[in-house]
């Protein structure tokens, strides 16, 4: 069953079926964090209720939410929900440590929690609750900010291929770096947002993104819902397409950036700059700071998510019925590896689109915009 609930507050919310919605938010009415689950989607809408900081980790692990900036955003509320439940230092700090263990490779959960615990250092009892729900939407308002800005910068960069195109831009991106794995906006996806927003017309390509299939089950979901021309495409078709001068840029977002400029986001993304690099194609990540690592500087000791395989071995899609079905795909005998991420090095990355302009990936370009 389908349950719609708009989000009343903010404005320029992207949309689904002409409703305007976040990703996450606080109901003040019933005192719960409100989140889409997006392990429903493209076939069910639903808005789920996180009641406890044990609803918000397994949200996180089973990706009921996902994408680097909202694992933040829902980490943050669920220190609000720990304080809800249990108003204790050593629980929320016990809370605290859960939640960035449950999912490795995305930098915004450590920092959200972090930002958090020092926001509450030193807070009376009963004034905890208060000074984290307010910094928790803090948060979530920054990242709001901070992508909308992204595209603001990103959008520059995609002007001018119009400029010298004079015909429509073609858009390679990977994953769902959309407004569905932020707050809203999206990273990869915002400069395409302010592009046709303003006119510009532009296509996507968007890789499926097995083995969960981001791209076609949200990315391409999510562009539909904006009336963004896009065309969902094998993982492994960027490559002739590239070849054939069907793709103008292609736009990836980031579960961690290095200062080194190396970037580590969805397994896969790491082939799309080779062939990027190969054919000439500039290759460009978006990320807001708070994706940033600054203190690992060898991209081997960023820790890979490994998954379960059964995400490798089956599917889910609906049947002739209707109903949402999961069916095997691999032999029963055959074993699968599922790594989450990879690691693109910073020399095959053409620039880093941020919320304060677009640098060079490299520790000098990121020291001039944030250091």
């Known amino acids: 069953m389908l349950r719609k609930i708009g989000l009343k507050n903010g404005k320029n919310n992207l949309k689904i079926e002409g409703k305007e919605y976040r990703t996450i938010w606080f109901d003040e009415k019933s005192q719960t964090v409100k ?9 069910q809408f639903i808005i789920k209720d996180l009641k406890t900081v044990k609803d918000a980790i397994n949200a996180i692990k089973v990706m009921e939410v996902r994408g680097a900036p909202l694992i933040g955003g829902t980490a943050a509320y669920g220190i609000v929900l720990a304080i809800m439940e249990k108003n ?35 807070v009376n009892n009963n ?5 984290a729900l307010e910094e928790a939407k803090a948060i979530c308002e920054e990242d709001v900010k901070f992508c909308e800005n992204i595209g ?4 520059k960069i995609i002007e001018e291929i119009y400029k010298k195109k004079k015909d429509k831009v073609n858009i390679l991106t990977h994953c769902n770096a959309g407004w569905l794995a932020t707050i809203n906006w999206g990273t990869a996806t ?14 996507v390509w968007v890789d499926e993104t097995r083995p969960r299939n981001q791209g076609a089950n949200l990315t391409s979901y999510e562009l539909n819902e904006e009336e963004v021309p896009n065309t969902i495409i094998a993982d492994n078709t960027g490559g002739i397409l590239m070849q054939r001068g069907e793709v103008d840029m292609c736009i990836v977002g980031t579960d961690r950036t290095l200062s080194t400029g190396d970037v580590a986001n969805k397994i896969g993304t790491y082939l799309k700059a080779l ?50 079905k999961k069916v095997r795909i691999y032999p029963k005998k055959s074993k699968a590896i599922n790594l989450a991420f990879d690691v693109t090095p910073a020399k ?18 990121l020291k001039k915009l944030f250091k």
Request: with cysteine.
């Open 348 to 365: 095959y990355v053409t620039g880093l689109i941020t919320e304060k302009g677009v640098c060079e990936a490299s520790k000098e370009g």
């Open 152 to 155: 603001l910068n990103g959008l």
């Open 35 to 43: 989140i889409i689950d997006q392990t429903k989607l493209p076939h």
């Open 190 to 203: 915002s400069p395409i947002y302010h592009a046709h927003k303003k006119g510009i017309p532009v296509h």
């Open 88 to 122: 204790d230092l050593n629980f929320i700090k016990k809370s605290s440590e859960d939640l960035i263990q449950s999912r490795p490779t995305a930098i915004n959960l450590k920092w959200a929690v972090d930002r958090m615990m020092k926001k509450l250092s030193g």
């Open 275 to 324: 062939a990027a690099k190969d054919n000439n194609v500039p290759f460009y990540v978006a990320l807001p700071s708070s994706t940033i690592d600054w203190k690992i500087e060898d991209f081997k000791d960023i820790p890979i998510e490994e998954r379960n395989s059964e995400e490798l071995s089956h599917v889910e899609g609906l049947d002739e019925n209707n109903k949402v």
């Open 127 to 131: 004034e905890l609750l208060k000074v």
